[in-house]
C-alpha cells in the first residue's frame, strides 16, 4: 500500500485517540537490525526502539527463528495447560530475577502486569491502598490510568478511590524547591506524612518505576528507593518495582532497574523488552507472596507459546552478546555526547538517565520554563535527517532516547551528530 492509502485508512478505520508522532505521520513498512524502512523506502536509524521494546534489533535472526519454529508447533492453549516454553521462561526468569523473586504469572502486556501486582498485593495484605508516584504511567485501564499520574493521560475522571500519588524524586523541578543532596531526601521521607494524612495507615503497597518513562526518564538519587522501600514496609506494605521499560539490560550492567539502587523488590512488573516486540506482559513474586493468589485465574494469551519462546530468544542474544554491559558502556557514551551538547546549547535544561535510557529536557532558557515547542522542531528535523527519537514528560519537552542494545559505539556518535546539527540549526 501507498503511504496516502495507509493514512486514509486509519483516519477512517482507527479511533482518533490512536496518535502518531510528526505533522505528517511516518508510515514504517519494514524494518531489520537498528534502521526501518517507510513506505517510500527511506532509511532511518531507530533510536526509540518501538518504545523501549526492540531490545536486540528489529527481526532479529535468533528470535524470529524460533519464533518461527514455534509457530509451526504449537501457537496458542491459554494457561489451562501447562506448555514448555512458559515453564522454561519462568525458570529462566527466577534465574535472573532480583533476589527472592521466583514465581511469575503471564499477561500479555504492561498494564495487565501491573494490574496483576496490584490485585496481588492486596490479596496477600488484605488491603487496598496503593501509593504511587507523580508523573508515573502505568498504561491505560482504569486502574492503570488511576496510577498514572499524568493528566494528558487520565482521559476521564472516573477513577479508582484507593490510589494516593507522592511528590516524586523530580531533582530538577524539585516539588519542595530543594537541591540535592541537602534536601535530605524530602520526596522519599514525605512518605510517612502521605501514608499517615492520606490513607488509613495500612497501605497495600508502594509502587514506583526505577526510572520514570513516560514521565521524562526522572532518575531518583542513589539513595531514594531505601528510603521509600522501608517506609512502605514499616506501614505494611508490599514494593512493586514497575520494570516494564527499565528491565532486560536497558539501564546497563544490571537485568532490572531497581538492582541499581540495591533494594530487593517484593514484586516486579516486567514487558515491552522482554520479547522484543512479541506480546509479553510478566508479574513475578516471591513465593510467600505469590501464592497469596488463589482461586480462579487465567489468561487467555498469558504464556502464549510464540510469545515465550521470543523472550527466550531475546535474554539468549542479551547473554550471548553481553547486552547489558553494552548498554552500560554505550550508555556512559551517549550521556557524555549529551553533557557535551548541554553546554554549547541553553535549551538543554538537564540530561539524566542510566544505560541506553536517556533523556533531555528543553526548556526556554534562561529560565527552565517547559519548551514543548523546542522538542517538536527538533523532532520535525532529525525525522528528516533519518533519525527516530521518542519524547515524554509531563509537559511534553523531554527527549527520551532508547535505541536497541546492540548498536555500537558508531550508531551512537551518528545519532548524536545528527541531533547536534539539528539544534544548531535551531539556534537552540
Same mark, same amino acid.
Given at each position: 500500500?501507498?503511504?496516502?492509502?495507509?493514512?486514509?485508512?486509519?483516519?477512517?478505520?482507527?479511533?482518533?485517540?490512536?496518535?502518531?508522532?510528526?505533522?505528517?505521520?511516518?508510515?514504517?513498512?519494514?524494518?531489520?537490525?537498528?534502521?526501518?524502512?517507510?513506505?517510500?523506502?527511506?532509511?532511518?536509524?531507530?533510536?526509540?526502539?518501538?518504545?523501549?521494546?526492540?531490545?536486540?534489533?528489529?527481526?532479529?535472526?535468533?528470535?524470529?527463528?524460533?519464533?518461527?519454529?514455534?509457530?509451526?508447533?504449537?501457537?496458542?492453549?491459554?494457561?489451562?495447560?501447562?506448555?514448555?516454553?512458559?515453564?522454561?521462561?519462568?525458570?529462566?526468569?527466577?534465574?535472573?530475577?532480583?533476589?527472592?523473586?521466583?514465581?511469575?504469572?503471564?499477561?500479555?502486556?504492561?498494564?495487565?502486569?501491573?494490574?496483576?501486582?496490584?490485585?496481588?498485593?492486596?490479596?496477600?495484605?488484605?488491603?487496598?491502598?496503593?501509593?504511587?508516584?507523580?508523573?508515573?504511567?502505568?498504561?491505560?485501564?482504569?486502574?492503570?490510568?488511576?496510577?498514572?499520574?499524568?493528566?494528558?493521560?487520565?482521559?476521564?475522571?472516573?477513577?479508582?478511590?484507593?490510589?494516593?500519588?507522592?511528590?516524586?524524586?523530580?531533582?530538577?523541578?524539585?516539588?519542595?524547591?530543594?537541591?540535592?543532596?541537602?534536601?535530605?531526601?524530602?520526596?522519599?521521607?514525605?512518605?510517612?506524612?502521605?501514608?499517615?494524612?492520606?490513607?488509613?495507615?495500612?497501605?497495600?503497597?508502594?509502587?514506583?518505576?526505577?526510572?520514570?518513562?513516560?514521565?521524562?526518564?526522572?532518575?531518583?538519587?542513589?539513595?531514594?528507593?531505601?528510603?521509600?522501600?522501608?517506609?512502605?514496609?514499616?506501614?505494611?506494605?508490599?514494593?512493586?518495582?514497575?520494570? *516494564?521499560?527499565?528491565? =532486560?539490560? %536497558? #539501564?546497563?550492567?544490571?537485568?532490572?532497574? $531497581?538492582?541499581?539502587? +540495591?533494594?530487593?523488590?517484593?514484586?516486579?512488573?516486567?514487558?515491552?523488552?522482554?520479547?522484543?516486540?512479541?506480546?509479553?506482559?510478566?508479574?513475578?513474586?516471591?513465593?510467600?507472596?505469590?501464592?497469596?493468589?488463589?482461586?480462579?485465574?487465567?489468561?487467555?494469551?498469558?504464556?502464549?507459546?510464540?510469545?515465550?519462546?521470543?523472550?527466550?530468544?531475546?535474554?539468549?542474544?542479551?547473554?550471548?552478546?553481553?547486552?547489558?554491559?553494552?548498554?552500560?558502556?554505550?550508555?556512559?557514551?551517549?550521556?557524555?555526547?549529551?553533557?557535551?551538547?548541554?553546554?554549547?546549547?541553553?535549551?538543554?535544561?538537564?540530561?539524566?538517565?542510566?544505560?541506553?535510557?536517556?533523556?533531555?529536557?528543553?526548556?526556554?532558557?534562561?529560565?527552565?520554563?517547559?519548551?514543548?515547542?523546542? *522538542?517538536?522542531?527538533? =523532532?520535525? %528535523? #532529525?525525522?528528516?535527517?533519518?533519525?527516530? $527519537?521518542?519524547?515524554? +514528560?509531563?509537559?511534553?519537552?523531554?527527549?527520551?532516547?532508547?535505541?536497541?542494545?546492540?548498536?555500537?559505539?558508531?550508531?551512537?556518535?551518528?545519532?548524536?551528530?545528527?541531533?547536534?546539527?539539528?539544534?544548531?540549526?535551531?539556534?537552540?
Amino acid at each position: 500500500m501507498k503511504k496516502e492509502d495507509v493514512l486514509q485508512k486509519q483516519k477512517e478505520y482507527l479511533f482518533p485517540c490512536v496518535g502518531n508522532y510528526y505533522k505528517e505521520p511516518l508510515v514504517i513498512a519494514r524494518a531489520k537490525g537498528k534502521l526501518v524502512y517507510d513506505a517510500d523506502g527511506r532509511e532511518y536509524l531507530d533510536f526509540f526502539g518501538g518504545i523501549l521494546t526492540v531490545s536486540v534489533g528489529h527481526c532479529n535472526d535468533t528470535v524470529n527463528a524460533k519464533i518461527k519454529a514455534q509457530t509451526d508447533t504449537l501457537q496458542h492453549v491459554s494457561t489451562l495447560y501447562p506448555t514448555e516454553p512458559m515453564v522454561l521462561l519462568a525458570e529462566k526468569l527466577a534465574l535472573i530475577a532480583p533476589r527472592g523473586i521466583k514465581k511469575s504469572f503471564f499477561t500479555s502486556s504492561g498494564t495487565e502486569a501491573d494490574e496483576t501486582a496490584i490485585l496481588l498485593a492486596q490479596i496477600h495484605t488484605q488491603r487496598d491502598e496503593i501509593v504511587a508516584l507523580r508523573h508515573a504511567y502505568s498504561g491505560r485501564s482504569v486502574l492503570a490510568r488511576s496510577l498514572t499520574a499524568h493528566a494528558p493521560w487520565r482521559l476521564t475522571a472516573a477513577q479508582v478511590p484507593f490510589v494516593r500519588h507522592l511528590a516524586n524524586p523530580y531533582c530538577y523541578r524539585c516539588p519542595f524547591g530543594l537541591t540535592y543532596p541537602s534536601c535530605d531526601l524530602r520526596c522519599a521521607r514525605d512518605l510517612e506524612d502521605l501514608i499517615q494524612t492520606t490513607t488509613t495507615g495500612r497501605i497495600a503497597a508502594f509502587i514506583a518505576e526505577p526510572i520514570q518513562g513516560v514521565g521524562g526518564f526522572i532518575t531518583p538519587p542513589k539513595e531514594y528507593f531505601k528510603i521509600v522501600a522501608d517506609i512502605a514496609k514499616k506501614y505494611g506494605g508490599l514494593f512493586i518495582s514497575d520494570e *516494564v521499560q527499565t528491565g =532486560f539490560g %536497558r #539501564t546497563g550492567d544490571k537485568w532490572f532497574g $531497581i538492582e541499581h539502587w +540495591g533494594v530487593e523488590p517484593d514484586i516486579i512488573t516486567m514487558a515491552k523488552g522482554i520479547a522484543n516486540g512479541a506480546p509479553m506482559g510478566v508479574t513475578m513474586a516471591r513465593p510467600e507472596v505469590a501464592d497469596s493468589l488463589k482461586g480462579l485465574s487465567i489468561s487467555t494469551f498469558g504464556g502464549n507459546p510464540v510469545s515465550c519462546v521470543a523472550a527466550l530468544g531475546t535474554i539468549q542474544v542479551m547473554e550471548e552478546g553481553n547486552l547489558a554491559h553494552n548498554a552500560k558502556v554505550l550508555g556512559d557514551h551517549l550521556r557524555a555526547r549529551l553533557l557535551g551538547m548541554k553546554e554549547k546549547y541553553r535549551s538543554i535544561g538537564d540530561v539524566r538517565g542510566m544505560g541506553l535510557m536517556q533523556g533531555i529536557e528543553m526548556v526556554k532558557a534562561p529560565s527552565k520554563e517547559p519548551n514543548a515547542p523546542a *522538542v517538536i522542531d527538533l =523532532f520535525e %528535523r #532529525t525525522k528528516a535527517a533519518g533519525l527516530l $527519537i521518542g519524547k515524554g +514528560g509531563l509537559f511534553g519537552n523531554v527527549v527520551r532516547i532508547s535505541p536497541p542494545l546492540n548498536i555500537t559505539k558508531a550508531d551512537v556518535d551518528t545519532a548524536c551528530d545528527t541531533i547536534d546539527r539539528c539544534l544548531a540549526e535551531m539556534n537552540a
